[in-house]
């Protein structure tokens, strides 16, 4: 026993020896070149505590080198040491890692949350636990923006909400306000943190130069409102985009194309050209001069989504099947408008910002979001403006005189936009989009569930209407063009209820010939006490009839007879011009086979 276990004391021995002299020789040959050394310790992946052990033990191993080791070992500590601090990609990584995700799609999910806490990209993961492209290495798109910050920002924000209130929106009110400094491009998930160090050098480069005040001067087309940047400044911040391209290059090798065209900021970008003048009076409000400090912010967005449309929910949505999303408030969805072949009539299909997953969602749950609102900001450069203080002690200073405190321009800004809202006198149009319909609520096997065997209406459900009006072809006319559901009822009076609290005066009411349209219409009438008032002129020329074109199944309305007949108070006497237009085209062509 005795000599077993001096044999076992030995083998333990000599492997210990054994692995103390494979150290002592890899730090041996390590200690011939400082350089390789750090290289060594780098290519270890340890964080920056550790290595101090590491050090130490070195120093255990090597007792004859202690003195010679001692000189350098601090300064080289340090340096490996920022190194390793400088790598947060390891520190966000790894708690990843060790939940049991794999490396390419956690440093995906980094990349699409801005690489902010390790958190924010593992509520992704789960989120996206069923999306089927979470394994394709498809690369976000970045692009850096100028963006203003402070008095000049919210004065911009004003224009576009009433540029957007009195004008509807166009192109611009997509995006935040911005000058563009380079074009959107790809950089591989485990690069993205080198453009953050490339947009710190590209600032400090030109910190210095930047201009203390960026002169930024009108400019009006038939279809383009904004402001130019001129002369230096304009010289400087090209040069910023320049350098940080340049650096994106070395550092991420990613391909960026800086802006070297007109610097712009966008106020607004086609737009109707009847507008024009309206939009250039609300721009002429917003004092360039306004102080403001300039930021360079670095976004991305999912490449694969550019060309669809984001919608937002607004409610809630427990799919009724398994082809359909789930949808809750907030949810942002990306539709493409040229693949809704399969969709029906007043549903989409989307893919969920949240989830990644595929499906059908009822477009009235939603709204339209702009475009930006899925964009993430990863880091940005503030340009820091050192009269900014001193400007604005002086601006408060310059203000008192004889003891008075007069009112700052901000104040008159805001007047003269109110001035202006007074000043323009509009005539409405109410676009009303007609209440709930049966068959999105039952399918299109509505018909089916409301019929007896003998072709009669009977109501299975509270949410089926009381009735139906007569038809002259019979009940089956019913599944092209559906009525109202009980709830769609309902929300015509609401509509009609708010209008009349609001105060609007209506004087004209057109609407399609689709069945729901009118008993939509008749509701809102009846609550704004006009249905005896106002006769409701019944206009082919606003119903969707591109919808039909592509199911190929024209609906059958009702005549203007029946309508009068089902106690609609629709006006005889109107006739579309579209219409007759339409109609008098195909009789010549029927006769003489042209146009």
């Known amino acids: 026993m005795e000599a077993?276990?001096?044999?076992r004391s030995c083998r333990g021995r000599t492997r210990s020896i054994r692995a103390q002299s494979l150290c002592k020789q890899d730090i041996r040959l390590c200690q011939r070149d400082q350089k390789r050394l750090e290289v060594f310790l780098l290519s270890l992946s340890l964080p920056p505590a550790p290595l101090s052990l590491y050090l130490a033990e070195s120093r255990r191993l090597l007792p004859g080198k202690q003195e010679g080791m001692a000189a350098g070992e601090t300064q080289l500590y340090a340096k490996v040491s920022n190194k390793l601090k400088g790598r947060s990609t390891s520190s966000l990584l790894d708690p990843l890692l060790a939940m049991g995700f794999p490396a390419h799609t956690a440093l995906k999910a980094l990349a699409a949350t801005g690489r902010k806490t390790a958190e924010q990209a593992a509520d992704w993961l789960h989120g996206h636990c069923g999306d089927p492209s979470l394994d394709d290495p498809i690369p976000q798109e970045y692009a850096l923006f100028l963006?203003?910050?402070?008095?000049?920002?919210?004065?911009?924000?004003?224009?576009?909400?009433?540029?957007?209130?009195?004008?509807a929106k166009n192109r611009a009110h997509e995006v935040f306000p911005h000058v563009t400094l380079c074009d959107f491009f790809t950089c591989e998930d485990q690069k993205v943190e080198c453009l953050y160090e490339a947009l710190r050098r590209a600032g400090d480069r030109i910190l210095n130069s930047f201009p203390t005040l960026v002169p930024l001067v009108l400019h009006s087309s038939i279809s383009?409102?904004?402001?130019f940047i001129n002369d230096s400044p304009a010289d400087v911040i090209r040069e910023f985009a320049t350098a940080f391209a340049t650096e994106a290059s070395v550092l991420a090798d990613c391909t960026v194309k800086p802006c070297t065209k007109q610097l712009h900021l966008t106020l607004a970008h086609k737009f109707y050209p009847h507008h024009q003048r309206t939009l250039e009076q609300l721009a002429r409000a917003i004092q360039p001069s306004h102080t403001c400090q300039w930021t360079a912010a670095l976004y991305s967005r999912d490449m694969r989504f550019v060309h669809y449309q984001t919608l937002k929910a607004l409610f809630q949505y427990k799919p009724q099947n398994a082809d359909?999303?789930?949808?809750?408030?907030?949810?942002?969805?990306?539709?493409?408008p040229t693949q809704q072949e399969e969709a029906s009539d007043g549903w989409a299909i989307g893919i969920s910002h949240r989830t990644g997953c595929r499906g059908f969602l009822p477009e009235n749950y939603t709204?339209?979001?702009?475009?930006?609102?899925?964009w993430v900001k990863h880091r940005t450069y503030t340009f820091s403006l050192a009269m900014d203080l001193n400007s604005r002690k002086d601006g408060e200073a310059s203000s008192r005189r004889n003891g008075e405190f007069h009112t700052p321009s901000v104040s008159r800004d805001t007047s003269s936009i109110q001035a202006l809202q007074a000043t323009i006198m509009r005539r409405g149009v109410l676009l009303v989009r007609h209440g709930e319909r049966v068959d999105q609520v039952f399918g299109k096997s509505w018909l089916q569930q409301c019929t007896t065997t003998d072709g009669k209406y009977y109501r299975p459900d509270l949410n089926f209407p009381r009735s139906l009006p007569r038809r002259s072809n019979g009940i089956k006319d019913f599944e092209n063009d559906p009525p109202l559901s009980s709830c769609g009822i309902f929300q015509a009076r609401l509509a009609?209820?708010?209008?009349?609290?609001?105060?609007?005066?209506?004087t004209a009411v057109f609407v399609s010939p689709a069945l729901r349209c009118v008993q939509t219409a008749?509701?809102?009438?009846?609550?704004?006490?006009?249905?005896?008032?106002?006769?409701?002129?019944?206009e082919p020329g606003i119903f969707e009839w591109m919808k039909w074109e592509a199911s190929k199944a024209t609906p059958t309305f009702l005549t203007l007879e029946e309508l009068k007949e089902a106690n609609f108070n629709v006006d005889p006497d109107y006739r579309s011009h579209l219409w007759?237009?339409?109609?008098?085209?195909?009789?010549?062509?029927r006769g003489s086979g042209s146009w």
């Open 147 to 167: 963006c203003p910050t402070g008095p000049l920002l919210e004065k911009l924000q004003e224009f576009w909400r009433e540029s957007k209130r009195q004008c």
């Open 367 to 374: 709204e339209r979001a702009n475009e930006a609102d899925t």
């Open 224 to 227: 383009y409102l904004g402001f």
């Open 580 to 589: 007759e237009c339409a109609s008098v085209k195909r009789t010549k062509r």
């Open 496 to 506: 009609g209820e708010a209008l009349l609290d609001s105060g609007i005066r209506v």
């Open 324 to 336: 359909e999303l789930m949808l809750s408030p907030g949810d942002y969805i990306f539709v493409d």
């Open 522 to 538: 008749k509701h809102i009438l009846e609550e704004l006490k006009l249905e005896k008032k106002l006769k409701i002129r019944v």
């Open 4 to 7: 077993g276990g001096f044999r």
